[in-house]
Structure formats: structure tokens, C-alpha cells
């Protein structure tokens, strides 16, 4: 289209609110440069498919009914682990979980080519969506604070507090939250959903 206009091809445009209209002169054969056709590389979708294995990352120690190892084998289990093996049966390949060992490495082993897709429920914000894409929504969840029964905190109000520990789950966005919004209180992250959890259970966050 640059080389149209260049050489003068274009009678005219017209605009408006919803979409732009370029409307091109016919233009002499000995005037058309045909590109020589170039061979597209392969997608994504046919190296999966020629590799006869779809690679996901999951994130296992968050031991949640989403993703958690099981107890016996140590195999992927858990609603995601479920709709990767779906994908896959669907792709005509194997499913192979790559269990990320902590979730500020979830990204990183997509981004490096370890992994095909995420798996394990990295929220979508636009910080992240400058790295990776989120083309689908699996799952929609809430997240809640965790405090002992008998511990001081007893509204939300109290956790932005400069006495008050809150442990949370390195690289999530919870931990992100928790920074931004209380501030004054000490923020203990934790490479480990189930390790910041531990954390408030043995008493060394509230």
C-alpha cells in the first residue's frame, strides 16, 4: 500500500466516524511489483503438533482444587490439570505439565519457551499483558484474607497496620495488592501459596 501511494495511485480517500475507505486507480501491469512469496514459519500450533506434545506450565504447591500434585505419583491433578489434558486430546498430543517450582517463575517459563500455555491462573493485568497474551478466561475466583480465629484482625481496615505481618504468595497479584494497598504493614512474601499459608496457621503472620 506504501508503494501505491507513492507512485500515485491513489484518487482518493474518504473518512468518518466508524472506518477510513481507500479507493485505489487501476494501475498498468508493467507499474505491479509482485513480491516474491515468501514461506510463512511454522505457528506455534503446527510445532505442538509436530513435537506430538503440548507443554503447560502449572504451578502445583498451590495445592488448591485447581492445580495440586497428587499424593501418591506427584502427577498433575486438579481442575487445570483436567482442561490441559482436554487441549491436548483435542490437539491430537500428549499433555506434559511443567510444574513451576514457585509462581514469580510462572511467566518467566513461558516467555523463555519451557512452556506452550500457562495453565495455572495468572491473573490478566495490563502489566503482565505487555509481555504475555490472555486469550481465554478459564475460571473466575474470589480472594479472601486468611487470619486466626482468635487474632486481631477483624476488619480490613486492621491489616494496614505497622504490627501487623501479612504473608502472601511472591510475584501474585495478591502480592501486589497487599503493597499497594496497606502500605504501613509488614509485607512477607513467600515463594509459595501453601508456604504463606503455613505462615499465618504457625503464627508468625496474622
Do not use: C
Request: zero cysteines; a negative charge.
Amino acid at each position: 500500500l506504501l508503494a501505491l501511494f507513492q507512485s500515485g495511485a491513489v484518487s482518493s480517500v474518504t473518512a468518518d466516524t466508524e472506518s477510513r475507505t481507500v479507493h485505489l486507480e487501476s494501475l498498468p501491469a508493467d507499474n505491479v511489483v509482485v513480491p516474491p512469496v515468501q514461506e510463512l514459519p511454522p505457528s506455534l500450533l503446527d510445532e505442538i503438533q509436530s513435537r506430538g506434545v503440548l507443554r503447560l506450565a502449572i504451578y502445583l504447591k498451590s495445592a488448591s482444587p485447581l492445580q495440586h500434585p497428587n499424593e501418591q505419583t506427584g502427577d498433575a491433578e486438579g481442575m487445570f490439570a483436567e482442561v490441559g489434558q482436554l487441549m491436548a486430546e483435542d490437539l491430537g498430543v500428549e499433555a506434559e505439565f511443567i510444574d513451576v517450582p514457585e509462581w514469580a517463575s510462572v511467566i518467566p517459563t513461558l516467555v523463555s519457551g519451557k512452556a506452550d500455555l500457562i495453565i495455572a491462573a495468572p491473573s490478566a493485568t495490563p502489566e503482565r499483558a505487555l509481555t504475555i497474551d490472555f486469550p481465554a478466561i478459564l475460571v473466575y475466583y474470589d480472594v479472601t484474607v486468611m487470619v486466626p480465629k482468635d487474632g486481631d484482625i477483624q476488619t480490613i481496615e486492621d491489616l494496614n497496620s505497622p504490627g501487623v505481618t501479612i504473608s502472601v504468595n511472591e510475584g501474585s497479584t495478591q502480592h501486589f495488592y497487599a503493597l499497594t494497598n496497606y502500605p504501613d504493614a509488614n509485607i512477607n512474601a513467600i515463594p509459595g501459596a501453601l508456604e504463606a499459608r503455613l505462615e499465618v496457621a504457625s503464627g508468625r503472620a496474622d
